[in-house]
């Protein structure tokens, strides 16, 4: 019974949904390829201001990822969540 309640718990917080948000960068952190495997291959960085539009959330192991798209340097995967969160206009 608790490994089912543990996969719900998971599984809701693979569920989140950013519908409607800007992130904004509070600080330099990587975007990578992926969101799985071990080995993360960083594919830019992001600097403090930028921003972003998160999608899909998926937890892979101990870490939550966000699928995020930040023109003009592109598209990837965050696992920090060092962003200001806003509700677009």
């Keep these: 019974m608790k490994r089912l309640a543990l996969a719900a718990v998971i599984a809701l917080v693979g569920c989140e949904n950013h519908t409607g948000e800007i992130w904004r960068a509070q ?5 990578y390829k992926s969101s799985e495997g071990d080995a993360q291959e960083e594919i830019f960085r992001l600097a403090p201001g930028d921003i972003c539009y998160p999608g899909k959330v998926v937890t892979e ?5 966000t699928q995020v ?21």
């Design 27 to 31: 600080r330099e952190m990587p975007v």
């Design 61 to 65: 192991k101990v870490f939550q990822y």
């Design 69 to 89: 798209h930040c023109p003009p340097k592109g598209d990837g995967w965050v696992a920090d969540d060092y962003f200001h969160k806003e509700q677009r206009k």
